[in-house]
């Protein structure tokens, strides 16, 4: 084994065999800490616990919400102490070449040694191999001082005990700097105070026992009713300007007069929030990025802003420290985070609008609403099952718009049955959101993709609308992409759509 993946005497990852006690085996002491659980929390301290409730329009249901029968109330900093914390150890290498029996360098070992011509060290030393190893030191163990063990002391603990458990998260070098979650994301507790926040509400999901993890904080002060009915000429035409079109139709699906309609059913209720992460195996990076909660059905869409994060080296908790190495203060960071969040609240309107008023004609791609979605990285059990919803409420079932394609895939991401907190469910939810805001550029992936897998050696789309864009302009000159004649869904049947993921994703 080498120097940089031996562990110390103190940090072996299986307990030793020459225990001269039994340990009860029909006990599994890893049930004493979760590998994988969500933790919902509702306000940012332990007094907000108590009197702050849910916004109006959330059934605090599943394992992402305290219910009325939780045992007690839990708050964002209540979570934060619930986070693992790393620890970092000492790494020590097995020197082979020490005899065990007398403690001494063994020449002969030496001399043995594949590719190491003992003449040529005996000529350039001017020593024999015997004297150099009577000189040397004899340490049956060698201090690693280039690498550190990143280690779970909790697991740590239970292994000292003689139990079968596996505690180390990384082998690290000695310039990686732990960021724990009380120096992350207290700081992150404290923006939010300055601005008033105290009414956050939101979860984290964790895995490899906390090594992973991902915190999901709503904040219901950044909330906006979206109007969606299109009926306003204003709205139409902020539309147009932002997109450059100017054939949206407004056409309600269901048939009834706009001016009968009743006006709640025209609106979306969306919150802004904060999702981040980190990785304590491996990744060197803590990140962060705004999402927009609706609290009507408890969809959320990841990643909606700019993606920020620190990576694991100086002292995250010193502010004039980071300073001095040309790094933002953490406090400062989490506002800057802030900051955007805002901005992106307040331009969601026609990105959303915009959604329900673009189609795409399957009929003219030569793929169908199923392999768009495998195409882009969806497995086919849950592509199918989005396929399946989209076609239903798309009319005609072959134009959906960008709307129902991703609110139809977050709907089947309801049944994903691997970890929330894992890399690949939130590389999926990504897949939605891109529908959303980049469709011209999903589109293109997916046309990429089906060229890759067909036969004919003709391009699906033509050579200069293969161009990667986010602009939906662009998208237009793409065949299949088109303003849509009359939405496929009205706002009764969207909202009807959207309440089903709150028994999917909630469970």
């Known amino acids: 084994m080498s120097a940089e993946t031996q562990p110390s005497s103190e940090h072996r990852d299986t307990p030793r065999s020459d225990r001269d006690f039994a ?4 006990i599994d002491v890893r049930s004493l800490i979760a590998k994988e659980q969500t933790l919902p929390f509702l306000g940012l301290t332990p007094a907000d616990a108590t009197t702050v409730d849910y916004p109006d329009g959330i059934e605090p249901a599943g394992r992402r919400f305290l219910n009325a029968d939780a045992s007690e109330a839990r708050s964002l900093k209540a979570v934060i102490k619930a986070l693992p914390q790393a620890s970092s150890g000492e790494l020590r290498a ?13 020449p002969e070992e030496i001399r043995d040694v594949d590719g190491l011509n003992a003449d040529l060290l005996e000529a350039a030393t001017g020593q024999s191999v015997e004297e150099l190893a009577a000189n040397a030191p004899s340490d049956r163990l060698l201090d690693v001082t ?20 596996k505690f180390r998260w990384q082998i690290a070098t000695s310039t990686y700097s732990i960021i724990n979650p009380e120096e992350a994301y207290l700081p992150l507790m404290g923006a939010l105070q300055k601005h008033g926040a105290d009414e956050a509400f939101g979860w984290a999901d964790m895995r490899d026992w906390g090594g992973v993890a991902k915190l999901t904080v709503i904040l219901p002060d950044f909330r906006r009713e979206l109007d969606m009915s299109q009926s306003d000429g204003s709205t139409k035409a902020a539309i147009r300007e ?4 100017a054939d949206v139709d407004p056409t309600m699906s269901d048939g009834s007069d706009e001016d009968d309609r009743d ?61 001095a190495h040309d790094r933002v203060p953490i406090m400062e960071w989490w506002g800057n985070i802030y900051d955007d969040l805002d901005a992106r609240t307040t331009t969601v309107d026609d990105v959303l609008v915009r959604a329900r008023s673009v189609a795409i004609d399957f009929e003219v791609l030569p793929f169908d609403v199923d392999d ?11 592509a199918e099952s989005a396929s399946t919803r989209a076609t239903r409420i798309a009319m005609p079932d072959s134009c959906p718009t960008l709307w129902n394609l991703q609110l139809s895939l977050l709907v089947a991401l309801g049944e994903f049955e691997g970890s929330r907190a894992s890399d690949t469910f939130q590389a999926y939810n990504e897949v939605a959101r891109d529908i959303l805001f980049s469709p011209g550029k999903s589109i293109q992936l997916a046309a990429r993709e089906h060229d ?9 789309i033509a050579p200069d609308q293969q161009t990667l864009s986010d602009a939906l302009g662009e998208a237009f000159a ?30």
């Open 23 to 26: 340990v009860d085996e029909s």
């Open 94 to 106: 097995v020197n082979e070449f020490v005899d065990p029996a007398d403690e001494t360098v063994d």
């Open 146 to 165: 280039d690498h550190q063990d990143i280690i779970d002391r909790r697991r740590l603990a239970l292994a000292a005990l003689g139990y079968p458990v």
């Open 242 to 245: 932002h997109d450059a079109l």
């Open 263 to 323: 006006d709640e059913t025209a609106t979306v209720t969306v919150y802004g929030g904060i999702q981040t992460g980190y990785d304590f195996r491996g990744s060197q990076t803590m990140w962060a990025k705004p999402l927009l909660f609706f609290p009507g059905s408890g969809t959320v869409m990841y990643g909606v802003g700019q993606r920020y994060s620190r990576r694991h080296v100086g002292d995250v908790t010193n502010a004039a420290h980071e300073r």
């Open 372 to 382: 768009f979605y495998v195409y882009l990285g969806i497995p086919s059990t849950y």
């Open 452 to 460: 890759l897998q067909a036969d004919d050696d003709e391009p699906s």
């Open 478 to 507: 793409i065949p299949g992409v088109e303003a849509a004649s009359e939405r496929d869904l009205s706002d009764t049947d969207a909202q009807r759509v959207q309440n089903t993921i709150q028994e999917s994703l909630n469970q």
